[in-house]
């Protein structure tokens, strides 16, 4: 069956260290992956998009990787502040078209002072 | 100045009752959805509008029914609710409906069955 996993339900680290957050799919083809965060109360934030033939996609202290091999993205937050605590839900589409996207669970980071 | 917005943001209703949520969006998109996220905080696609016109409908009991009085709204009625109808029904829209689009959403309305 079709599956996305996020690493972990919850991720807590030091304060200036590098979150790394993995998004796992099997028996999808996707074309895109995209990064979401989402705060306790409130709808999800799109952050960052990636095409199955790149490799990596920066914005500001964020980067993602996309690995189609290993049908894997990583989802690295730099130098990690208190105010970047959320959950984190990766999404990506089932095939290349105009297919729905399909949601991870999400992972909650924590950041601690 | 509010891009996608719901109403109401809390609905408390009794089983067996219908009610209606309100979806407007100003950003000229046009592609518009509906998701519900459940309790273990899955977000599930319901419905997908494109201008209008119905063009993801996933398994979704017919108690649910959307409208798109225009792009620019997009609107869910549920009859006879149900318990299992408890959850956070989010509403959001993106530029068009290919898969490359980045998807806004509303801050949800949470439905609470009695």
């Known amino acids: 069956s079709q599956k996305i996993e996020q690493n972990s339900e919850a991720l807590n680290i030091q304060e200036g260290k590098t979150a790394t957050l993995t998004c796992n799919y099997t028996n999808y083809s996707p074309a895109y992956l995209q990064w979401y965060r989402q705060d306790p109360g409130r709808g999800p934030v799109f952050l960052l998009l990636i095409r199955e033939n790149e490799k990596e996609k920066r914005k500001e202290r964020l980067k993602v990787t996309f690995d189609t091999t290993l049908k894997q993205s990583l989802f690295h937050i730099t130098a990690s502040q208190p105010a970047d605590s959320a959950t984190y839900l990766c999404?990506?589409?089932?095939?290349?078209?105009?297919?729905?996207?399909?949601f991870g669970k999400g992972t909650r980071l924590s950041v601690i002072a | 100045d509010t891009a996608v917005s719901q109403t109401p943001k809390y609905l408390v209703t009794q089983m067996g009752n219908d009610k209606s949520i309100k979806c407007e969006q100003n950003?000229?998109?046009?592609?518009m959805y509906w998701y519900k996220q459940d309790s273990k905080k899955f977000l599930k696609i319901m419905f997908s509008y494109n201008n209008k016109e119905l063009i993801i409908n996933e398994t979704v009991p017919n108690r649910f029914s959307p409208k798109s009085p225009d792009k620019a709204h997009l609107n869910l009625h549920i009859n006879s609710l149900e318990l299992g109808d408890s959850a956070v029904y989010f509403c959001?829209?993106?530029?068009?409906?290919?898969?490359?689009?980045?998807?806004?959403f509303g801050d949800g309305t949470r439905l609470s069955i009695l």
């Open positions: 959001a829209s993106s530029q068009d409906r290919g898969s490359n689009q980045p998807q806004h």
């Open positions: 950003l000229g998109h046009d592609t």
């Open positions: 999404a990506l589409d089932l095939y290349s078209g105009n297919t729905p996207l399909v």
